[in-house]
């Protein structure tokens, strides 16, 4: 994934084609972010926010909050990610972009485990599975079960 979206940004670098940078940076910064390279993925996800709020592309912005909140949580920043989770969510519930809602709230209750904080990361697992159901978004669903399971035990979710 992280060289297509090298290949990308090469196509793209110089042109005046901001659209695409809004549609691939917050994916290329969370590309970097799954392979452990948070100093790159925090640059790529800086840039992803500076483009959206140019913009004006709320729902973009949210992307790129939603990968510094795993960045920061990932590095113990827990404060840091919990003011950015709180507004890549706010922004979400406003757009109504639902499946990354549903994302974002998985993201903050990992960020809740991180603090040993049970109850909201249930409640936080429990909002984001209710969403994936009603928007059938089953790869997510079954993410966010799982994900529920390993942390909370095999309940019923």
């Known amino acids: 994934a992280l060289e297509y979206f090298r290949e990308i940004s090469e196509l793209i670098e110089g ?9 691939t940076r917050a994916y290329q910064a969370e590309a970097h972010w799954g392979i452990g390279d948070y100093a ?78 049970l109850e909201n990361a249930e409640m936080d697992y429990n909002r984001a599975i209710q969403i994936f159901e009603e928007i059938g978004a089953p790869y997510d669903l079954e993410m966010a079960r799982a994900d529920f399971n390993r942390v909370m035990g095999s309940g019923s979710t």
Not at 15 to 23: P, Q
Not at 41 to 54: I, S
Not at 59 to 80: C, D, M, P, Q, S
């Open 15 to 23: 042109t005046e084609n901001r659209s695409m940078l809004l549609i």
């Open 40 to 117: 790159q993925a925090e640059k790529v996800a800086n840039q992803a926010l500076a483009h959206a709020r140019q913009a004006d592309a709320p729902h973009h912005e949210a992307l790129a909050l939603n990968v510094l909140g795993k960045i920061y949580t990932a590095r113990g920043e827990y404060a840091e990610a919990e003011t950015i989770f709180r507004e890549a969510i706010g922004i979400f519930e406003r757009t109504g972009s639902r499946l990354e809602l549903g994302r974002a709230l998985q993201n903050r209750a990992e960020l809740s485990i991180s603090q040993a904080d």
